[in-house]
C-alpha cells in the first residue's frame, strides 16, 4: 500500500492491524496529491475525506474536537511518499491553536505555559514550512525574550515570557506574509496539507528524483494524527529505538528515550537522552510495564515487516503510543549482518537477503574508514576518488616517496596530477592527493586499482614543490603544511584533514563471504578483475574474481630498471639495438605473466596489448632526458625530437593502441611472445592457463586481421619450440564507435569482444575523461547530466552502441564471449543493464569485484518478475 | 560488350563492324581470364578459342603462318580489361619470332636487320613482362653493343650487331630464368595470354582497384592481333591522333605522325614527330590519300561513339590499319568544352554530357596552374593541400606577410604550422607552406576556404625563424632560401618551386556556366558554402552556392582590433568588464552578419555559434602575453593562469561547442543578438534574410533545449526592439555518435540538423585529423584503409551514423531538415552517399561549389537506371 498511502501511511496502516496502539488519525493518499498538482487546490473529494477522516480521529479522542474552546483536538500533519526525500516538507504539529484554543488547551491541561509553548512552536512551524518565512524571522522574538528573562534555553521562559513571545511571532508572522495568522483551525489543516502536497514539486525533490532515477508524477501522502504529548509530566515521555544494533546488525534493542519531553526535544539535545534500557533513567528502569509493552510491540513489529525496525513513540501520562515505524538505516557492516541473520532466522529467504545490502556499501567494507568519532581539522575538500582512509607524511615527488617509505616511513604523494611515471611512488605511498583530475584521472583509475585510497580535484590545493610547501586556501581553511608534516585522506567523502586522524579497520566477516556465496549462487554475469601485477591479481581472486579481464601490459613497463628498456626501444635508431630492448621487454614481461597465471590457478587471463601512446614513455624534465641519453648513449638532441615527433594535439584520438601494432609490428610480437612463454613456463610449472589476448582500439577490420596473425604466428612458434599445445583465444577490444557499428564484420575475426566502455564514453560522447572536469560539475549541477558517465554508463547512448555492438557481433558469430572492462563493470546501475544484453563478464578494480558480485545477483533477482 | 571484350577489344570489334581496316585478329573474353585465375591454366575451351583464332588471321593475311619459315605470321598480344590499370600487363609484340621465323622474315622482308631487331624486341618484351626479369639484365647487350659500335642509337646497329646482340640476349634469358628462351610460337603465345591473365592479380592492380572502389572479380581480355609494321618503307609509318584538341576540346584534329617507324619509335622519342597535318612532312602532305581516308575514318568513329577519339594507327606499305581507338583523356577545361559542344552537335545528351566530367577536375579549372612547359627548380615535394599556383617571396610571420603585402609585394607565407591567429597574415598570403600538417591541417582547410594555394607537410622543409632561413634537405633537393627570396607553389601537386615559375589562369568559360547550369536542373541536393566572410560568401554565390551552410562566428574574432575583446571577455574578473567586452563583440559580429546577408540576398545563412575551445584566443608567446596584460590592464601572471586553467589535455574532447554555451551563456546570448541585429539592419536595406542559427557539438538533448531558450529569447527581444518579426530557424550540429544515436530526441528541439562529418568522422573513428598524419600514410600504403576518411566519408561507420541520425531524426519531425558541412560535403564519392540518403544540402568551401553541383547532378543521373 505504500504507492497509495506512502511509507509513512503504510506503516501506521500495519501498525493499526496488528493493533499497535498509534494515535487516531487517517491518510490521505497520494491520488489526491496528484489532483492537487494538476489543479492547484484541493479539491471536494479530498476536502470530504478531510472532513470524514477528522471525524474519525474525534471518536477515538474522548471528545476532543477540532477547534473546540475548551476541549480542542489537536493535530500533526506529515509529509509520506513512498520514500523520504530532501526539499520536501516533513511536519507541522500543534495543527489547531488559535488565541481560543489555547486558551482551552492551557485550562485542559492546568499548564498555560505547556499551552503557549506548544502554540509558538506551531506559528513557527506553521510559518517556515507552510509560508516559506526565514528561520530566523519568528526565532528572533524567542531570542528576544531569553535575552530579556536572562536565560539559556526555551524551556526556562515562564508562561507570560512566552505569551509575549506568541504575539510578537504572530505580528512577525503578518509582517513578513502580508496576511494575519490564519486562526481558522480547518484554514490551518487545509493549508498545511495543500503545503505537504506542493512540496513534491519543489526544486530540491525534483533534482533528488532526477538524480536517483525516480518517477515525478507519484505525489506523496499525507498523514493527519491527533497529537499525543510526551511532555506532561513524569509518567510521560519520548523515544526512538531500532530493534538491532544499525552499527554491528547485531540482535540487540537499541535505542533514546527521554521522559517528559517531546520528539523535537529529543532531536535538539536539550538534554542528554538516557538509553532505552540501560542505566538509572532507562525507560526500562523507569517504566518496566511500558517498556515490556514496547517490547513486545518491537517484536511483532519486526517479525511483521521482515526487517530491522527504527521506531518513534511517545508515553502521554502512561499511555504508549508508536508514532512510526520504518526501516532502519544501517551501516554496511549490520546491513550484511543481519541479512544473513534473518535468513538464519527464517525471517527471510536468500532473495530477500541479498536484495537487502545496497552494492556500494560493500565499497566500505573493504577498506578502513575515518574513526566517526575523532577529533578532525579539515583542510580541504576534495573528490572521494578512491574510497579508505590513510595517514602518512606529505611527499611531492615518486622518489621520495619511495626512499621514506623504504625507510618505513608511511607517505601520501601530493601532486598536482599523476602520469605512469609517477607509479614507483604511487605503490609506496598509502594515499595519493591531487590538485586536479576527477573520479576518473590517472592517480583516481591507479588507486583504486591499488585499493588505495585517493583524493583527487582537490582545488583548494596549491603545491609549491620548490619551496616544499602545500597551501590550502578556501572556505573550509587557510592553512601551510609542509613536506614531512602528516595529513589524513578520506579516500570516500574525499575530505583532506591535518595531523593522523584515527581509524577503524575492517575485517572481512563470516557474514561477508556467506552473503557473497550466495550471491555467487544466483548472478549470471561472470565477475572478473582489471589487474596488472601479481598482487592485484591475488587480491583480486581472494575477494571473488573469477580471472583477469584486463591486465594493461604497459603497467609493467614503468618500474625505473624496465622502462630504460622500452625508452631504449623507442629511441633506437638500429635494428640490433631495437631488436635488444624488445628481447629485455620480452623478458620481464614473460615473467609477470607466468607469475600472474600462477596466481590465477586455471582462471583466464585477458592481456592487452600496448595502447597507450608511446610519448607517455619518454622522459620529459631536462634532468630525466639527459640521464636517460646518457645510459642509452643517445643524444639530448635525439630524444627531443623523437618526444617532439611523437607529440600529438589529441593523444586520446591519436597514435596509440593497435595502430602501434600496425605502424610497429614488433612490440605486439614480442608480447605475444612474451605471453606465450608466460604460460608454457606456468604450464611447466604445473599450473592451469586460460590465455586470451585482447587488440586495442580496433577501427576497421584489416588491423584485426593483421595483428591477429602477428599474434597468433608468434605464439605457434613459441608453442612449437617449447613443445606445448596452448589455446590462446584473440580478441579485441570494442572502444570506438565505429567498431560497435561495424561488429558484425570484425566478429568474424575475434573470439572475443571486451567493450571498454570508458573510451566508448569519451569517443561515442566527444568528451574527454581528462578534461570534462571543467564544466561536468557545472552539468550535473544544471542538471543537463543527470550522473557522470564515466561512473555510471550512458544507456541511451553508449549503451546502445554496447547493445548494437553485441547483437551485431553475435549475429556473425553466435558464440561469441563478451566482457565489459572499463570503470563501469564495477558499478551496480551498468551491470544491470550489463546483465539485460547477455554480457558473459564484467571486469573491475579488485576491490570493486564484491560490489559487482552483488550487483550482478541483484540484476538476476530483479529481472525475474518480468521474466 | 565492354565486360566481355574489355575495352580495346570492344573498340577493335566496333572498328570492324564500321568497316574500318583494323590489322585481322581476336579477343579472348575476360571469362577465360576468370577460369584461368581459378585453375591456374588456360583451359581447353580457351585452347581451342586460340587455335580458331589464329586460323581466322591466317585467312586474312594472305598466305601468312603462325611459325612458317618461309611466310612467318607475326602477332601482338594486349591485355585489355574494361578499365586500364597500373600493374596489368599491357603488350607484347612480335610473337612467333624464333631462330628459324626470324630468317623468313628476313628472306621475306629483304630486310635482315629489321628482321633482327624485331626479334631483339620480342625477346627483350617477352622476358621483361612474361617472365619478369629485369630491364637492365636484356638491355645490357644492346648497350655494349651500341658501345662496341660507337653508336648512340639501337637504330644505327648493323644486322649483324643485331645477330649478336640477340644471341647474347637469348644467353642472358637462360641464365635468369633457368629455362631455354621457347622456340615454339605456340609455347610463346600460351604462355604470353597466361601471364596477360595472370597480371589480373598482381599486386600493384588489386591495390589500383581497391583504391577505386573496382571490383576484382571481373578479369580481363586478351587481343591477338597479326603484326604490321610501320618501318618497312616511305610508304610506311605510324601515328597517333585525337579527333578533337584534348586541351582546349575545340574541335580541331590534334595528332603526331613518323614515317618508317614503329609505334614504339613514336613513344621513345627517336626522333622528332611531325604534325599530323602541317608542315611538309606531315601526313597530309606526304601521304595525303591516306589522310583523307583516315580523315573518314576518324568522323565516323567519333561519331559512333559518341566521344572524342584516341586513335592509334600504322601505315605498311601504303595501307592503313586502325591499331586502337578509345575515348581520349583530356584536361577539365576540354572536357568541359567537348561535353557542352557535342550537346549542341547533337551527338549526346545532357545527362551523358554531365556525366563526361570528373567532379574533381573542376578544381582545377578554377585555379590558375604551373605552365607545364615551364622550366623550373623543384625544392621539396609535400602535400598538395589546396590547388592553384602562385609565387611570392617567403615570410615567416603573419605580420611580415601584412606589412609586405602592403606594400603591394606578393608573399607566400611559411610556417612550421598555422593557428587561428595567424589569419590576418593568411587572408594576404598568396600562398601558404607548411612543415607539418596534413590534408585537413588548420592552413589546408583554411586556404582551400580561400582559394589559395596550400602545400602542407613538407616534412624536407626546417625552418630557421631566428636566421630567417629555409632549409629544404630530401632526396630532391638541398637548398638554403632566405625570407625574401622568391618560391613558387603548385597546390594541387604539393610541389615547391624556387623562383618565379609562370603560370596559366584560366577563365570560367560559358560552357562552364551552361554545364553547371545543366547540372542544377537535374539535382536534388542544395548546394552551399562554408564562408565566414562577405568575400567568402560572394565567391561561393558567384560559383553557384545557394546560401550559408556553416558561417563559424569565431573566424570574425582574429583580425587585431577584434581579438582584444574576445580576451577581455575571456580574462575579465569584473562583470562590467566582461559585459563591455561582450558589448563589442556584439557590435562587429553584428556589421559582418548584416554585410553577409546582403551579399547572400535571399539565400539561407547558417551562423554556428562559438565552437573551439577559448585557449585558442589566449595570447601564447612571452611577447603576446605581456602586450594583451598592459593593453587589458591585468597582470601577466593571471594571463597565465587562465591560460593554464584553459589548458587541456584533448582539447578536441574537451570544453568547447555548446559547453561552452552552456558554462558561459552571456556569450550565445551576444552572438544571437548580433545576429538578430545583423538580419533586421539588412532587412531595412532592403534584403529579404534567412537566418539560421545552429548550436554546435550537442550531446544530450537537455543542452539544446537550455541553448534554444537562450536564444530564442534575445532573437525575440531584439525583434521586439527593432520592431521587425523576422523568423529564426534554430537547429543543431549532429557531431558526436551519441548525438545521431538518440537523434529522435534532439529532433524534438531542432528546425534542422546538420551534420558536421569532419568531428563525427573524429569521435566515430577515435581518430585525431591533426594526428593521424603520423600513421595515415602507413595506413593507406598497407590498405589497412582504402581511402582517407576525412576526405572521403567512411559510409560504414561514420554513413551508419549519418543514416541512423536522418531516419531517427525525420522519424520524430518529418520535416527535418537535414544538411551536411563537413568537408565530405564537397566530395563527390560522398555526394553520392549524402544523395541517397535524402540529405536537403551539403555544405562546403567555396571552390568546391562546383565540385558539388555536378557530382550532385550525377548522384541523381547514376541513381536513375535504379530507380
Known sequence: MGDVLGGKGAGLAEMCRLSIPVPPGFTIPTDACRRFLTSHSLDSTTLKAMRDGMTFIHTHTEGACFGDHTSPLL??????AAVSMPGMMDTVLNVGLNRATVEGLAKQTGDRRFALDSYRRFIQ?????????????????????????????????????????????????QYATGHVFPEDPWVQLETTVAAVFGSWHSDRAIVYRRMHGMPNDLGTAANIQ?????????????????????STGHRELMGEWMSNAQGEDLVAGIRTPSSINEGPSSLQHTLPKIYDELISMLARLEKHQRDMQDVEFTVQDGTLYLLQTRAGKRTAYAAITMAVDMVDEGLIDKKTALLRVEPEQLRTVLHSEI?????????????????????????????????????GTPVILVRRDTSPEDIH???VARGMLTETGGMTSHAAVVARGMGVPCVSGCKAMRIDADAGMVYFSSDIAEAEVRVGDVITLDGRTGSVFLGEVPRVEHQLSDAFETLMAWADEVKKLGVRANADTPEDAAKAVQLGAQGIGLCRTEHMFFSPDRIVHV???????????????????????????????????????????????????????????LAVAQLLDVTVEHIRMRTESLSESNPMLGHRGCRLGITDPDLYAAQARAYAHGACDAVDAGTEVKPEIMIPLVMVTPELVRLREVVQTQWDLVMKERGHAIDVLIGTMIELPRAALVADKIAVHADFFSFGTNDLTQTALGLSRDDAGSFLDH???DEILIFNPFQRLDEEGVGALVRMGIDRGRQARPSLKVGVCGEHGGDAASIHFFNGLGVDYVSCSPYRVPVARLAAAQAVLLLQPMA
Do not use: C
Open 371 to 407: 574513526d566517526p568519532d575523532a577529533e578532525k581539522f579539515l583542510l580541504a575538500q576534495g573528490l572521494g576518488a578512491s574510497p579508505g582512509a590513510a595517514s602518512g607524511v606529505i611527499v611531492l615527488t615518486p622518489g621520495d616517496a619511495e626512499r621514506l617509505s623504504a625507510e
Open 567 to 625: 625508452r631504449a626501444w623507442i629511441l633506437a635508431e638500429e635494428p640490433t639495438r631495437r631488436e635488444a630492448a624488445l628481447h629485455a621487454i620480452e623478458g620481464f614481461q614473460r615473467d609477470d605473466f607466468s607469475a600472474l597465471f600462477r596466481v590465477l590457478n586455471g582462471y583466464p587471463m585477458t592481456v592487452r596489448l600496448l595502447d597507450p601512446p608511446l610519448h607517455e614513455f619518454l622522459p620529459h624534465g631536462d634532468d630525466d632526458i
Open 226 to 246: 491527533a497529537m499525543v504529548f510526551g511532555n506532561r509530566g513524569d509518567l510521560s515521555g519520548t523515544g526512538v529505538v531500532f530493534t538491532r544494533n544499525p
Open 75 to 80: 493535530v500533526s500533519v506529515r509529509s509520506g
Open 425 to 427: 611512488g604511487m605503490k
Open 125 to 173: 512551524m506553521y510559518g517556515e514550512t507552510v509560508r516559506g518565512i526565514a528561520f530566523e524571522v519568528l526565532e528572533t522574538p524567542l531570542r528576544e525574550a531569553r535575552k530579556r528573562a536572562g536565560v539559556e534555553h526555551d524551556n526556562q521562559l515562564s508562561a507570560d515570557e512566552l505569551a509575549r513571545v506568541v504575539d510578537e511571532q504572530l505580528a512577525a508572522y
Open 779 to 781: 552539468y550535473l549541477k
